[in-house]
């Protein structure tokens, strides 16, 4: 059964680094997204990306944050200089044409010292 | 905008039993609604979803859910649990129709004691 992917399961950086999150979405979906969970508190949304573009972001996807789709499979998330509050478990999700589910991947959990 | 309490961080359960998870939202548009559960250390899997027609839902695993638009709740619900339903589970909604967004509550941790 196809599956989304992410990597690395967990990152460990400096406050002020650069990481980069990747994911790999279900082969033939067209629509993707990442949302975040810090933890002991509630999954949110972050962006969603459509035809090589974002198409909603949420106030926490601000100027530090970018997603791009470098490749046919892969696509990513980019936080230029980290804080210890972006310390969270990211989730990527992808969705199909015409389809109402969301498929997560199992996250990257990010630490931030 | 979307918003989604579920009432109870945990619920404990003996196996066998009978179990409820709650869900109440809030939204001024029509929703589509969703119960995920994350099994540890995995990704988010899709229980059941209510999009329109009968209010009661069947997803996997034995689980069922009920739409209520008077009390705007969609509570979750499986008549005899196992150990292996361990788990986080998580209510969300989006509106029926523009953004895709899901707007998540924070999620019921349900252990089952044997």
């Known amino acids: 059964e196809p599956e989304v992917t992410q990597t690395p399961s967990h990152q460990v950086t400096q406050m002020g680094q650069e990481v980069i999150l990747r994911c790999v979405p279900i082969?033939?979906?067209?629509?993707f997204y990442w949302y975040r969970q810090i933890l002991g508190q509630k999954v949110e949304f972050l962006v969603s990306?459509?035809?090589?573009?974002?198409?909603?972001k949420s106030e926490i996807f601000d100027d530090q944050f970018s997603v791009e789709r470098p490749d046919g499979s892969n696509f990513t998330l980019k936080i230029r200089s980290t804080k210890l509050e972006d310390s969270a478990m990211y989730f990527c999700?992808?969705?199909?044409?015409?389809?109402?589910?969301?498929?997560f991947g199992p996250g990257t959990r990010l630490t931030v010292l | 905008a979307q918003s989604v309490t579920q009432l109870d961080s945990q619920v404990p359960v003996f196996e066998e039993a009978p179990v409820e998870l709650r869900c109440n939202y809030s939204?001024?548009?029509?929703?589509?609604l969703f119960w995920y559960v994350q099994y540890p250390n995995q990704g988010l899997q899709l229980l059941l979803k209510?999009?329109?027609?009968?209010?009661l839902v069947k997803g996997i695993n034995g689980f069922e859910a009920e739409f209520n638009k008077s009390q705007t709740s969609f509570h979750l619900r499986k008549p005899s649990v196992h150990i292996s339903d361990t788990a986080e589970y998580f209510c969300?909604?989006?509106?029926?129709?523009?953004?895709?967004?899901?707007?998540f509550g924070q999620g019921t941790r349900l252990t089952i004691n044997p």
């Open positions: 999700a992808s969705r199909g044409q015409g389809a109402n589910e969301q498929f």
């Open positions: 082969s033939n979906h067209l629509y």
């Open positions: 990306f459509y035809n090589n573009e974002i198409s909603e």
């Open positions: 939204s001024s548009v029509s929703v589509y």
């Open positions: 209510y999009l329109s027609g009968s209010t």
């Open positions: 969300a909604v989006r509106p029926s129709q523009g953004a895709q967004k899901l707007v």
